[in-house]
T-cell receptor, first 115, second 112 residues
Framework: AAGVIQSPRHLIKEKRETATLKCYPIPRHDTVYWYQQGPGQDPQFLISFYEKMQSDKGSIPDRFSAQQFSDYHSELNMSSLELGDSALYFC??????????????FGEGSRLTVL | DQQVKQNSPSLSVQEGRISILNCDYTNSMFDYFLWYKKYPAEGPTFLISISSIKDKNEDGRFTVFLNKSAKHLSLHIVPSQPGDSAVYFC???????????FGTGTKLQVIP
């Protein structure tokens, strides 16, 4: 079965550079979530999209932006990168409907290293 | 404020014995609870869930118990196997398209 696809799996950038992470949800899923997990930390919710519109916002820095496109894939754009942005970025998708239960399916993550 | 709390950062259990992972929550609006299992450098994998209308849900070796009055849930793994060694995250949702709130995780080590 198709899973959540994230790219790239690994990315190395320097401070003040820009990075873009992509997420392709499970087919027919309409909701995408982005999480950031720093070393030794629990996943922190960043932002979510439902039907291509932002549905919730967590601890996402102003330097970050995200959107969901017409094909439901999502991109997380990070500018003016800082050392503290080094983390594993997870994307998750779910299907929201009458019986939505919040179950998320996660991708394998994109590891960003900022030097 | 941490709305979903896992107070034990780690747990060691002998193979074949029961593993009990605990989770407490503070938001009474949560009506759906999930457990995820996570291996290093991989995304969390959904394990088992429970709706607030139930107090128990069982799936093979995994059982989740929910005590709404105490705002407490627990995951029981029996018998525990070495392959169960991972970090387990408790998560809660208010339904709809609201975000899922994660706990801080409990690292389980099953000793052969």
């Amino acid at each position: 079965a198709a899973g959540v696809i994230q790219s790239p799996r690994h990315l190395i950038k320097e401070k003040r550079e820009t990075a873009t992470l992509k997420c392709y949800p499970i087919p027919r899923h309409d909701t995408v979530y982005w999480y950031q997990q720093g070393p030794g930390q629990d996943p922190q919710f960043l932002i979510s999209f439902y039907e291509k519109m932002q549905s919730d916002k967590g601890s996402i820095p102003d330097r970050f932006s995200a959107q969901q496109f017409s094909d439901y894939h999502s991109e997380l754009n990070m500018s003016s990168l800082e050392l503290g942005d080094s983390a594993l970025y997870f994307c998750a998708s779910s299907l929201v409907g009458g019986d939505n239960t919040g179950e998320l399916f996660f991708g394998e993550g994109s590891r960003l290293t900022v030097l | 404020d941490q709305q979903v709390k896992q107070n034990s950062p780690s747990l060691s259990v002998q193979e074949g014995r029961i593993s009990i992972l605990n989770c407490d929550y503070t938001n009474s609006m949560f009506d759906y609870f999930l457990w995820y299992k996570k291996y290093p450098a991989e995304g969390p994998t959904f394990l088992i869930s429970i709706s607030s209308i139930k107090d128990k849900n069982e799936d093979g070796r995994f059982t989740v118990f929910l005590n709404k009055s105490a705002k407490h849930l627990s995951l029981h793994i029996v018998p525990s196997q070495p392959g169960d060694s991972a970090v387990y995250f408790c998560a809660a949702s208010g339904g709809g398209y609201q975000k899922v709130t994660f706990g801080t995780g409990t690292k389980l080590q099953v000793i052969p």
